[in-house]
């Protein structure tokens, strides 16, 4: 499985940006997928996920009730809608996914076999 991320910019603080990660391959509806963001310094965190078939969520507080993370499983894409955007919000964003994540370690990006490549998101106060 490849994924492929897109969707960063630079934008103001208060500002929304989406983030997209296609997947390549005929499992995608299999993949438990998650988004994780590693700011300059700091380790890479966790963000959002969503389970195989969606419904069922789970954010860093950090983000909670500014981001909103979708999947369409018909077009093999995993979606991150970012509204209200922070400062402290710019980082270099990554989707993930694995086959056989476990709702207990969704968190642990040891957790996920498969890596899109980065994509850079910053806001500007």
């Known amino acids: 499985v490849q994924l492929q991320a897109s969707g960063g910019g630079l934008v103001q603080a208060g500002g929304s940006l989406r983030l997209s990660c296609a997947a390549s391959?005929?499992?995608?509806?299999?993949?438990?997928m998650g988004w994780f963001r590693q700011a300059p310094g700091k380790e890479r965190e966790f963000v959002a996920v969503i389970r195989r078939t969606g419904g069922i969520t789970a954010y860093a507080d950090s983000v909670k009730g500014r981001f909103t993370i979708s999947r369409d499983n018909t077009k093999n894409t995993v979606y991150l809608q970012m509204n209200s955007l922070k400062p402290e919000d710019t980082a270099v964003y990554y989707c993930a996914g694995d086959h056989s994540v476990i709702w207990s370690e969704v968190k642990n990006q040891y957790a996920y076999e498969y890596w899109g490549q980065g994509t850079q998101v910053t806001v500007s106060s």
């Open positions: 391959g005929r499992t995608f509806s299999s993949i438990g």
